[in-house]
């Protein structure tokens, strides 16, 4: 079945360390986003890429980087700059804009700084 | 911009409750509308959606109708179990992205 893979499911980060959260999908979609969710709230968009080798910061990109050298693939990396990582992540895809779906979600990765 | 204003939570009802989570949108054009569930713990994931004006989409026994008039794309469902308690979440497309409100917490008690 076609989906989003998201791992690991729960990743802990010492004070001070880059770490790196996967996203891979095989839905054959374009676009592919980052979403940070603190308990209680809503999504907050991160980074998104419409194609490969090429994205776009979201409204809360500081401490975060992304690459997308594969169209199925999307890693994050939460970097040492970023304040406060304690977070539920969320990568998600969409097809192309003659589509009318809506996102694909993975599961999601709990990362927690220690 | 495109944004969504959905009802602010929690919401708590007994089992059998009839449920109804209003969502209302602004957007340039007709933009595709979604309803999202969120269980604990996890992603979100796609409950119904509606493409066009005076579409219902429905799923699961609960349903929304795609409003132009009134911009609106209310959840409702009318004998709600313990098992929809969770978070849900409206959402417009534009184009790529999708747009969504701040989420309403529903807990549904035996």
């Known amino acids: 079945d076609g989906g989003i893979t998201q791992s690991p499911k729960y990743l802990f980060r010492k004070e001070g360390q880059n770490v790196t959260l996967s996203c891979e999908q095989n839905?054959?979609?374009?676009?592919m986003y980052w979403y940070r969710q603190d308990p209680g709230q809503g999504l907050r968009l991160i980074y998104y890429?419409?194609?490969?080798?090429?994205?776009q910061k979201g409204d809360i990109a500081e401490g975060y980087s992304v690459s997308r050298e594969k169209k199925e693939s999307f890693p994050l990396t939460v970097t040492s700059a970023q304040k406060n990582p304690t977070a539920f992540y969320l990568c998600a895809s969409i097809g192309n804009s003659m589509t009318s779906g809506g996102y694909t979600f993975g599961s999601g990765t709990r990362l927690t700084v220690v | 911009g495109d944004s969504v204003t959905q009802m602010e939570g929690p919401v708590t009802l007994s089992e059998e409750a009839f449920l109804t989570i209003n969502c209302t949108y602004t957007?340039?054009?007709?933009?595709?509308l979604f309803w999202y569930v969120q269980y604990p713990g996890e992603g979100l994931q796609l409950l119904l959606k509606?493409?066009?004006?005076?579409d219902k989409g429905s799923n699961k026994g609960f349903e929304a109708t795609y409003r132009k008039e009134t911009t609106s794309f209310h959840l409702e469902k009318g004998s709600v179990q313990v098992s929809d308690s969770a978070v849900y979440f409206c959402?417009?497309?534009?184009?790529?992205?999708?747009?969504f409100g701040a989420g309403t917490t529903v807990t549904v008690r035996a």
């Open positions: 959402a417009l497309r534009s184009d790529y992205k999708l747009s």
């Open positions: 957007a340039t054009g007709y933009p595709s």
């Open positions: 890429s419409q194609i490969v080798n090429d994205f």
């Open positions: 839905l054959n979609h374009d676009a």
């Open positions: 509606a493409t066009k004006a005076d």
